[in-house]
């Protein structure tokens, strides 16, 4: 499983991001991974964006499991509720990224 999340916009516009692979991990970190991905319950889960808000960060997390890619987009005022403690792991692991 791969999961990539970016963190994007706000007032600055500056981009933050990771990718965990979890064959780099080990076996007690892949298992809390795992269950959080399960918990999440991302797979089943639409685009949350409000399309009012202006300059919130759009937060975008690609799950890659068994050969499927699940994306999902929201923002600062629709982070999905099953989805916050994913999303808490993935702010920690992210590092500035380079502007494309």
């Given at each position: 499983m791969k999961i990539r999340f970016t963190?994007?916009?706000g007032y600055a516009g500056l981009i933050r991001g990771c990718e965990i692979d979890t064959e780099s991990l080990s076996p007690e970190e892949l298992k809390a991974l795992e269950s959080?991905?399960?918990?999440?319950?991302?797979?089943?889960?639409?685009?949350y964006r409000n399309p009012r808000a202006r300059d919130?960060?759009?937060?975008?997390i690609?799950?890659?499991?068994?050969k499927e890619i699940k994306r999902i987009t929201f923002d600062d005022m629709t982070i999905p509720d099953d989805l916050k403690n994913l999303f808490e792991l993935l702010k920690r692991e992210a590092k500035p990224q380079p502007l494309k």
């Open positions: 963190q994007s916009g959080l991905a399960d918990k999440s319950k991302i797979r089943g889960m639409k685009d919130l960060r759009i937060y975008e690609e799950v890659e499991m068994d």
